[in-house]
């Protein structure tokens, strides 16, 4: 299984608020100038039948890296301009405490757990 890599950068976070968008990238959420990109790597994938697929990984965020499953939908499988390609989509929750978010939990005026949604859609390579 070949390891694949997924970066986001935090400055694009887009809530439709600007001072919303610009709390989320404070210290006190993702620390965006400290920590300008959350990543996925994964370390293994196994299908689970059903065209759904375990995939494993290691998930960093705000400077913490944790190992994570993902349960994985592949949703369509087409050839479009003379290339297959195919799309994923995949659920999970974390706890934003794990990661060194702590902003509100404490208080309990803000929840920990989040729900991180993944849509992927993979071209094959050409020979």
Not at 28 to 56: C, L, Q, W, Y
């Amino acid at each position: 299984f070949p390891s694949h890599d997924m970066s986001v950068d935090v400055g694009t976070v887009d809530s439709g608020n600007d001072k919303l968008n610009a709390h989320l990238k404070s210290p006190d959420f993702f620390n965006a100038v400290e920590f300008p990109k959350m990543s996925f790597k994964s370390t293994h994938a196994k299908s689970i039948g059903g065209g759904r697929f375990e995939v494993g990984g290691k998930l960093s965020i705000h400077g913490v890296t944790k190992e994570v499953t993902v349960t994985i939908d592949a949703s369509k499988i087409a050839t479009m301009g003379g290339k297959t390609r195919a799309g994923f989509e995949g659920t999970f929750d974390i706890k934003r405490s794990d990661y060194g978010m702590t902003y509100g939990v404490e208080q309990g005026s803000i929840g920990d757990q989040v729900r991180i949604i993944i849509a992927v859609e993979a071209i094959a390579a050409s020979n």
